[in-house]
C-alpha cells in the first residue's frame, strides 16, 4: 500500500472549515484513499473514502487531485467535537480485508 | 456507534497472567481485525480473520493468540503479560463491498494495565 504524507498538526477557528492535506505521490490506480480520526484514545471512526472522484457524506468532503498524488479531507464547519487525530490512509482494491497502515496523522485543534 | 462492541472496557491485572478480549463485529460482517495501541508505537495491526479462518498477521506476540467463533465474535489471548503490554486494544470489522474494497469499523476499545 502507498505511503502517506501528512502535517503533524494543525489548528481550526470553530465554524471554519478545516481543511486536511494529504500527499500519496506513490499510489496506484487501484489504491483507494481512506480518512479515518481518532478522538483521545476512542475506537479510530471512519469518515470518507475515494478513488478518483471527489467524494461527499454528512461528515466531511474528500478532494483527490486529478494526478490522485494528493488529496484534501474538508470538515465545512468544524465544531469542538472534531478535535481529533485525522489518518489518511491509501488502500487496495480487491483485497479481501487486509491491514490499516495507521501513520502519525494529522492532530488537529479546534479552537473557540 | 459503530455497531462493533467490546468487553471488557477497562481491564487490570499483574504480570505473567492471562486475560481474554472479546469482540463481537457489526451485523452480518465477517471480517475481524485486532489492532494495538501503545503510547510509543501508535495503531499497529495484529491479525486478522475473515469467517472463522486466519487471514493476515501483523508483529503478533507468540503470546498472543486470537480466534473467530462461529457466530463471528473474536476474541484475543494475551498471556504472560508484562508490564509493555499495557495498551489499548482494537477490534475492528468490515464487510467485502460490491467496489472491491472493505471499510472497517472499530469498536470502542480494551484498556489493559498491567501491573
Known amino acids: 500500500d502507498a505511503k502517506t504524507t501528512q502535517p503533524t498538526s494543525m489548528d481550526c477557528a470553530e465554524g471554519r472549515a478545516a481543511n486536511l492535506p494529504c500527499n500519496h505521490s506513490?499510489?496506484?490506480?487501484?489504491?483507494?484513499v481512506y480518512w479515518y480520526r481518532q478522538i483521545h484514545s476512542q475506537g479510530p471512526q471512519y469518515i470518507i473514502h475515494g478513488l478518483k472522484n471527489n467524494e461527499t457524506n454528512e461528515m466531511a468532503s474528500l478532494i483527490i487531485t486529478e494526478d490522485r498524488k494528493s488529496s484534501t479531507l474538508i470538515l465545512p464547519h468544524a465544531t469542538l467535537r472534531d478535535t481529533a487525530v485525522y489518518y489518511c490512509?491509501?488502500?487496495?482494491?480487491?483485497?479481501?480485508?487486509?491491514?490499516?497502515?495507521f501513520g502519525q496523522g494529522t492532530e488537529l485543534s479546534v479552537k473557540p | 456507534d459503530s455497531g462493533v462492541t467490546q468487553t471488557p472496557k477497562h481491564l487490570i491485572t499483574a504480570t505473567g497472567q492471562r486475560v481474554t478480549l472479546r469482540c463481537s463485529p457489526r451485523s452480518g460482517d465477517l471480517s475481524v481485525y485486532w489492532y494495538q495501541q501503545s503510547l510509543d508505537q501508535g495503531l499497529q495491526f495484529l491479525i486478522q480473520y475473515y469467517n472463522g479462518e486466519e487471514r493476515a498477521k501483523g508483529n503478533i506476540l507468540e503470546r498472543f493468540s486470537a480466534q473467530q467463533f462461529p457466530d463471528l465474535h473474536s476474541e484475543l489471548n494475551l498471556s504472560s503479560l508484562e508490564l509493555g503490554d499495557s495498551a489499548l486494544y482494537f477490534c475492528?470489522?468490515?464487510?467485502?463491498?460490491?467496489?472491491?474494497?472493505?471499510?472497517?469499523?472499530f469498536g470502542p476499545g480494551t484498556r489493559l494495565t498491567v501491573l
Open positions: 475492528a470489522s468490515s464487510v467485502y463491498s460490491r467496489e472491491g474494497v472493505d471499510t472497517q469499523y
Open positions: 490512509i491509501v488502500r487496495v482494491r480487491g483485497r479481501i480485508g487486509g491491514k490499516l497502515i
Open positions: 506513490t499510489i496506484s490506480g487501484n489504491e483507494y
